[in-house]
């Protein structure tokens, strides 16, 4: 099955512009049936190092409809480890869909108050797991990290395989470590990076942070080996970030973006974007085309996958239901 398919720009969008763009989607959401997009990516390396440190349980946190969560219990759900997560705010009785999933795969769920769960690391809820059982594992919330940008770097390189000949790439970000690892893997093109959250204007300066950081480690690697590189400069060179693609914040959908979505899914119905992440990402560059204000001819759009999502809305806002 081949993972890079192409998108037809929505007929509002087409008409306006004079340029011919190609645009294709690499179809993350369809590698793993279970544990689809960036998140089974950035949970490799925190697998590895949980077996490393002989870890028998591995814990993380999410929301009530998270992506991570979902993807981390279907992760997980043949290897050797227990498996708990922190859940945001309090359990309803009757679970929601995602949730139904995530003990299906066998993993054991803790509500938390939100006060606490804000604490992260430092919550009572972790040092109560921490005391109920031996040698947790914890991988921080959305798998982030170095570890978890490694694991990106990885998936970058194995996109590239398929087909290295795109002028540009699009991708998410909640946390931005997707789009790091991406960023460090040598043979990324130029890099649009679209944030899903609000205010999310200093997250630039802590992608190419952490994207340095890989490089350099992977440099000293290299070093050692005698290859030399300077990709570590040009890093500054090939990010693009957006920050004012949110349409009012995190899982927050304007008037127009509905509209968009609609629209979009006329000619793409086979193609599905979620509703939080890739929707988003997908309206800014197709709206910059529109503009004539995208430099690219040959781009292509990483599907982050995340498609679970849709069961937080009401089906008749999902408009590839019926795909
Ligand atoms: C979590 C997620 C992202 C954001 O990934 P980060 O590494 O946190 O930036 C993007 N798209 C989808 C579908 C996601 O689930």
Redesign the pocket.
Known sequence: MSLIHSIVLPESFRASSNQQYELNIYRGDLEHVKAS???WH?LQYHLKQAEKQSASVIATFGGPFS??LHAFGATIENLPFKAVAVVRGELQPQLNASLKDVIGHGVELWPTLRSDYRLAMGSDVVRTINERYDNVYWIPE?G?GELGALGCRDWAEQIDLLDNSYDAWVV????????AGMLAYKGVPSLHVVSALKGADEQRAEILLLARQLVINKLTEECLTGIKSNHSDSLENKLFFHANAHHGGYAKHSHELEQFIQEYAVDNRHHPL?P???CKSMFAIIAAMKRGEWPYSRTLFIH???LQGWCGHSKKKNPFLSA
């Open positions: 997009g960036n998140k950035k992506n991570h959305g982030g998410s970000a909640g946390t931005g470590t997707t789009a979620d939080v992440y890739t982050t996958g995340g």
